[in-house]
């Protein structure tokens, strides 16, 4: 015999069921007023309220034994009881943890969970702590050389003070705004030549990855910079990387628009002249960046990707290498819209604006 059905409206809240289902919104709360509500109807069973819920019938049950007890608000407020087992990974722990991976300190899952044993004596599994890892934020990366002479400091003042430094260098080369435009440049050179440049490529699974190679001690520097802001670019070839190019390379910025005040924000190459210089032209004033921080200056990411275009191949002569180059490099003078991509929206531009 079949036990008998128990009342479900013990608290007659049967109304306010109702009530609440107007303008309760899509979610679990939602979901267990529209279950109690059809067995307040008493026209299912428990199996197909729970059929037409999408939950178990033990699912169901629990619900209703909720509402019977306590009622419609602890039936929409979730348990904030926590089930299962307690992390082995303690708040100490975590916090420890964070401050390593901020640092890059692990090259391999079994580093950390090897530095996990022996810190805080936490046995855990390769998958536990690989779970760990990508809970607190952590990717596998390509880590990146960094001079330990490189300040953090110092790279933080260039970005968040960049447009005072642009205006005491243009009192300090005597230069008066007006109503001149200021166009501001990053500059820098790369070298490229014959030597082999070998990168990643997708190979077949069980073969071995080669590319024709072979060392040639012939190259040339490529001289690139690019407008913020603008959109213009320049790029000059040259056998040599001196104070003479660097000049010339300042007067072809210069000519580009000579009515205008040009900034050139660049390293502090030792062939890269000051603004004390009597070869830098009238309108050009220079600006540089901290020492041993390539990453503030856009145009590293631009020889990264040459290199990317230029890589795995054997180049017949440094001619052929050029033109290649000449190819990839023409898309950036001829459609804006490829530097502002390289340049960012982000602290540069904020600070050229300002």
């Known amino acids: 015999m079949p036990r008998k059905k128990s009342k479900l409206d013990c608290l007659g809240q049967a109304d306010q069921v109702l009530q609440q289902l107007k303008d309760e919104p899509a979610g679990l709360a939602r979901e267990r007023l529209i279950a109690v509500k059809l067995g307040l109807e008493d026209e299912l069973e428990l199996q197909q309220i729970a059929d037409t819920v999408g939950r178990s019938r033990a699912t169901i049950q629990t619900w209703f034994d909720l509402f019977r007890k306590e009622g419609i608000e602890r039936l929409c407020r979730r348990s904030n009881a926590k089930t299962g087992r307690p992390s082995q990974l303690t708040p100490i722990?975590?916090?420890?943890?964070?401050?390593?991976?901020?640092?890059?300190?692990?090259?391999?899952?079994?580093?950390?969970?090897?530095?996990?044993?022996?810190?805080?004596?936490?046995?855990?599994?390769?998958?536990?702590?690989?779970?760990?890892?990508?809970?607190?934020?952590?990717?596998?990366?390509?880590?990146?050389?960094?001079?330990?002479?490189?300040?953090?400091?110092?790279?933080?003042?260039?970005?968040?003070?960049?447009?005072?430094?642009?205006?005491?260098?243009?009192?300090?080369r005597n230069i008066e705004r007006g109503k001149r435009p200021i166009r501001i440049w990053v500059s820098d050179e790369a070298r490229f030549g014959l030597q082999p440049s070998l990168r990643r490529a997708w190979v077949s699974r069980g073969v071995r990855a080669h590319k024709s190679s072979s060392c040639r001690y012939d190259w040339q520097y490529i001289w690139g910079a690019l407008q913020v802001g603008g959109g213009g670019s320049e790029f000059l070839y040259t056998n040599r990387a001196d104070g003479d190019v660097s000049a010339a390379f300042l007067k072809q910025i210069s000519e580009r628009d000579p009515y205008a005040i040009h900034i050139m924000i660049w390293d502090g190459a030792s062939f890269h002249p000051s603004n004390t210089d009597p070869r830098i032209p009238d309108n050009v004033v220079v600006l540089r960046q901290p020492p041993y921080s390539p990453e503030l200056n856009p145009v590293e990411k631009l020889w990264d990707m040459l290199r990317d275009w230029l890589c795995n191949r054997r180049w017949g002569s440094l001619d052929e290498l050029l033109e290649s180059s000449t190819h990839w490099l023409k898309k950036f003078w001829d459609e804006p819209r490829n530097i502002l991509s390289l340049v960012g929206n982000g602290w540069m531009r904020d600070q050229a604006n300002a």
Not at 140 to 165: C, D, G, I, W
């Open 93 to 172: 722990a975590e916090k420890a943890l964070r401050k390593k991976i901020a640092k890059g300190s692990f090259r391999r899952v079994n580093d950390a969970r090897e530095w996990l044993r022996k810190k805080f004596k936490i046995e855990a599994s390769y998958d536990t702590v690989r779970h760990w890892l990508g809970k607190l934020g952590a990717r596998l990366k390509v880590v990146r050389p960094r001079h330990p002479n490189s300040s953090e400091l110092k790279r933080y003042r260039f970005r968040t003070q960049l447009a005072r430094q642009m205006f005491c260098a243009l009192k300090e």
